[in-house]
């Protein structure tokens, strides 16, 4: 049983009374006649007195409902700023909120709080979001389970292979012993040949020499000189005969040669495959504060220029740029003398380069991973890079020369020649086709709140769902440029031939031209923001320079 708490105002007088009642104005515990007391004084009639005993012996005030400032540790929380939502002591508001024009007591802001819809939907959020990782963690159970089960079947998957392998390699050797067999049963009767061809010559030849001898002994010198008339055309005979059979003969001998690449190395791989997770979180509703809400400011103005220092004694004719979640710009130069993708730290410092088997031309980043995919249309492929390591990774082959390109957490969409975008997964592998127009696509940007791609080709912008729809189309535009989205959905457009950044409403309707020939734009290419959205980088000047413009 929990021991009982005692009273907060007594124990300060050295007096041990039980604490019966609790104050959670006071945050003090207050035993049955200091909670009587507490009452009578008109300051604190206000105050949320309430029974211990419905609550238990003793009180945890919460860390976030405690009443001193952060700032100024012995100064209570009475005030809230409406401008900057946020509470605050009355030490706070001469140092940050002077200007402010409502700062209204505590006491006031919190009137009725407890039937607001603020607490309602804070209260609805929080179990929405409980629920949400209640979920999570069912799914990562089963995930845990899923990979068990994998193991399992790829082990007997692996075990498999190994039968037929070596059964494949017993039907091998069996196809070579039969084939050796049949070799030496040719060869050996063609040689059998070749010797009963040699015995019958040799006998015929064995014969003629000892008649003549028999003659030379026995026989006339008549009888021998025709026996030797006779053996000088036979003795040709067999000369010629002796020729053929020598030139037609010949050493045979089988011999077995391995292959010299056999060594496979592997006889499969095995990756890990991700996909977004099935759980997902969307807010129940926008919190709904008792003070007006903040709205973000459109941007609209803008400062001049800063140019980035591009290393120099190279050749650039830059393509397309990203930058990463840890602030480097990647800058892709498409040039056969120098296929390389540079690195600028903050944006702003050279770090390395990487040099590529062909020319790069697009790139993207790959959501939540350290990972970036780079297109090559003149090697028909794409290339990985290790972006946390800044490394070169797997090259992968493909049957189209792709320009543009736009990443998921689990897809990349290509853009090629003929107008449509081919989806691979994050490993390269391909996974189908999305008919969209009919020229070539050189640049791709992925809508993740609305599920839909944004398509650059030669003066035309489309927007299509992810089946190929379309949604809208913009070709007020000429030539080929770049495009990129603001944290708004707006869309942002080079005008290469017009010397000019266009922005688009979320629908694709044309909102204004934020930047101009007279800002600096010449020849504007490729298009991003910053990581922040505080500044939008333009390659210009034909492919040769970067241009970062800072958003007021």
Request: net charge neutral; glycine share 4%.
């Amino acid at each position: 049983m929990a021991s009982q708490a005692f009273c907060d105002p007594c124990s300060e007088e050295d007096k041990s009374s039980f604490a019966t009642r609790y104050c959670a104005d006071c945050e003090e515990q207050l035993c049955k006649d200091c909670a009587e007391s507490h009452l009578r004084f008109k300051a604190f009639k206000s105050h949320h007195v309430i029974d211990l005993s419905t609550i238990g012996s003793t009180i945890h005030v919460p860390e976030s409902a405690k009443k001193y400032c952060n700032i100024h540790v012995d100064i209570l929380l009475d005030y809230y700023c409406t401008d900057h939502e946020s509470v605050c002591c009355r030490v706070c508001i001469p140092d940050c909120h002077r200007l402010c024009e409502k700062v209204l007591p505590l006491d006031q802001a919190a009137k009725g709080v407890k039937n607001s819809s603020l607490f309602v939907d804070i209260f609805k959020d929080i179990t929405h979001i409980v629920e949400t990782l209640d979920h999570l963690l069912a799914n990562r159970e089963q995930n845990l389970q899923l990979l068990e089960q994998n193991k399992i079947t790829i082990t007997e998957q692996i075990r498999m292979l190994k039968i037929r392998l070596i059964k494949h390699i017993d039907d091998l050797e069996c196809d070579l012993v039969a084939k050796v067999v049949t070799m030496q049963e040719k060869n050996e009767a063609e040689i059998q040949k070749q010797k009963d061809d040699i015995s019958k010559l040799s006998t015929t030849l064995s014969d003629s020499k000892n008649e003549l001898e028999f003659l030379k002994n026995h026989g006339s010198n008549n009888q021998l000189f025709l026996a030797l008339r006779e053996n000088v055309s036979e003795i040709q005979k067999a000369e010629s005969k002796l020729d053929y059979i020598i030139s037609s003969t010949k050493q045979v001998e089988i011999k077995f040669y391995e292959r010299k690449n056999l060594n496979m190395g592997s006889i499969g791989s095995v990756i890990d495959r991700n996909r977004s997770c099935s759980v997902q979180y969307r807010p129940l509703r926008n919190q709904k504060a008792q003070a007006q809400p903040y709205t973000a400011k459109p941007l609209i103005e803008f400062k001049s220029g800063v140019k980035l220092n591009l290393k120099s004694g190279e050749n650039y004719y830059l393509t397309d740029l990203v930058v990463t979640r840890d602030n480097k710009l990647l800058l892709c130069n498409y040039n056969p003398s120098y296929p390389k993708v540079y690195v600028y730290s903050e944006c702003k410092y050279f770090e390395k380069e990487m040099t590529f088997p062909s020319d790069p031309f697009g790139i993207a980043l790959i959501p939540h991973s350290s990972k970036a995919v780079v297109t090559m249309p003149l090697a028909k492929s794409v290339q990985f890079i290790d972006t946390a390591s800044m490394t070169i990774g797997n090259q992968v082959h493909v049957w189209f020369a792709f320009n543009g390109v736009a990443a998921t957490e689990d897809k990349i969409f290509c853009g090629d020649e003929q107008g449509s975008i081919h989806v691979l997964d994050t490993n390269g592998l391909y996974q189908s086709k999305i008919p969209c127009c009919r020229s070539p696509i050189y640049f791709i940007v992925y809508n993740a709140l609305n599920s839909q791609l944004l398509v650059r080709s030669r003066g035309d912008l489309r927007c299509v769902k992810l089946d190929g729809t379309p949604v809208y189309r913009y070709n007020k535009i000429s030539g080929v440029a770049g495009i990129t989205m603001d944290r708004h959905e707006n869309v942002y457009l080079a005008g290469y031939n017009t010397h000019s950044i266009l922005r688009l409403s979320p629908d694709g309707k044309f909102h204004d031209t934020v930047l101009r020939k007279d800002d600096g734009i010449s020849y504007p290419y490729s298009v991003t923001f910053s990581r922040d959205f505080c500044k939008l980088v333009v390659l210009n000047n034909s492919h040769k320079s970067v241009v970062f413009y800072r958003f007021k």
